[in-house]
Structure formats: C-alpha cells, structure tokens
C-alpha cells in the first residue's frame, strides 16, 4: 500500500468516528424507521460524497428502494440478484472493488464503479434491509468501511418490528 492509501484509510477512520455517534443521535431522536433510515442516508452521503447512498427494504420476495440520496435507481431487487440481492441473500457484507467484473451486476448508474452492501438486520436475526454505497472509483472500500457500516446497520436494528 501506498502512503497515499495509508492516509485515506486513517482520514475515513476519522470520518467515521464522527458519524457514527451522529447516527447514534439520530436513532435515539426518531423512532420511526423511515425517517431515520432518511437522516442515516443524508448522514453517510454528505460526510463522503459517495455517488449513491440508500436502502432497499425487503418487502416479500424483493428489495424494495428505500430512502437514499444520489441519482435515480432501481425501484426493485429479486432475492440474489446483483450485489445487493446476493448480500442479502448470503446475509453478509458484499463488497465490489470493480462492478464491471462482479457477475450479474445490476447497473442502476453508469456513475458506479464500486460498491459495498451491508445487510441490516431485524429483532429476528432476519435480513430486513440492506445499506447501498456506490462509488464513482474503482476500489474504494475497504474493510475499514465494512466494520463502521456494520455499526451504522447494527443502529437501526431497535427500530424494525415496532
């Protein structure tokens, strides 16, 4: 790696331990999961200007657009398609350093060159939603994303089954 690399990882680090008590705020101000998932959103898309940022909800056999900031997307998920489809179906952290190469990619915006999903999951231990970041660069997360996104996903888990 990089001295450059090293210093991106430490600044998001710093980012990250910013925003995550933001969105601790934010759960613990507003128990509706809508709005907050909305606020978390905004939250995450103004601290890193990434070029989408947004949920899908399961909703029966789909994922369903939740709230997000970034440029139009896909309204609908099959259960295992694409990356969000396959995080939630393997219920794991999905992360894409080159969308182009992932196999059955679904392309929502020509403007997204990597990406990472994060499942959140219910009081049941139940896929419920998935947290969606696009990038407009080619290998732009890393794990230092997955484990402050898990936090940030492990926050709304209070707010499902209310």
Same mark, same amino acid.
């Given at each position: 790696?990089?001295?450059r690399?090293m210093?991106?990882?430490g600044d998001?680090v @710093?980012? $990250?331990?910013?925003?995550?008590?933001?969105v %601790?705020e934010?759960?613990?101000?507003?128990?509706?999961l809508?709005?907050t998932?909305?606020?978390i959103?905004?939250?995450?898309h103004a @601290?890193?200007?990434?070029?989408w940022?947004?949920f899908y909800?399961v909703?029966?056999?789909?994922?369903?657009?939740g709230?997000f900031?970034?440029?139009?997307a &896909? #309204? %609908?998920i099959? $259960?295992?398609?694409g =990356? &969000?489809g #396959?995080?939630?179906?393997?219920?794991r952290?999905?992360?894409v350093?080159d969308?182009?190469?992932f196999p059955?990619?679904i392309? &929502?915006s020509t403007g997204s060159r990597? @990406?990472i999903?994060? +499942? =959140?999951? /219910? *009081?049941?231990?139940r896929v419920?939603?998935?947290?969606?970041i /696009?990038s407009?660069?080619? *290998?732009d997360?890393s794990?230092? /994303?997955?484990?402050a996104?898990?936090?940030?996903?492990?926050?709304l888990? +209070?707010?499902f /089954?209310?």
């Amino acid at each position: 790696m990089n001295d450059r690399h090293m210093n991106d990882i430490g600044d998001r680090v @710093e980012r $990250y331990a910013r925003l995550v008590p933001s969105v %601790r705020e934010l759960v613990k101000e507003e128990r509706d999961l809508i709005a907050t998932m909305a606020n978390i959103a905004a939250a995450i898309h103004a @601290e890193f200007g990434w070029h989408w940022t947004g949920f899908y909800r399961v909703l029966g056999t789909e994922l369903v657009l939740g709230p997000f900031q970034g440029p139009v997307a &896909c #309204t %609908r998920i099959g $259960y295992g398609m694409g =990356v &969000c489809g #396959t995080a939630w179906k393997e219920e794991r952290v999905v992360i894409v350093p080159d969308v182009d190469r992932f196999p059955g990619h679904i392309a &929502c915006s020509t403007g997204s060159r990597s @990406e990472i999903v994060v +499942p =959140v999951f /219910d *009081n049941d231990g139940r896929v419920a939603a998935v947290l969606d970041i /696009d990038s407009a660069q080619l *290998n732009d997360f890393s794990v230092a /994303d997955e484990q402050a996104l898990k936090l940030v996903a492990e926050l709304l888990q +209070p707010l499902f /089954d209310q």
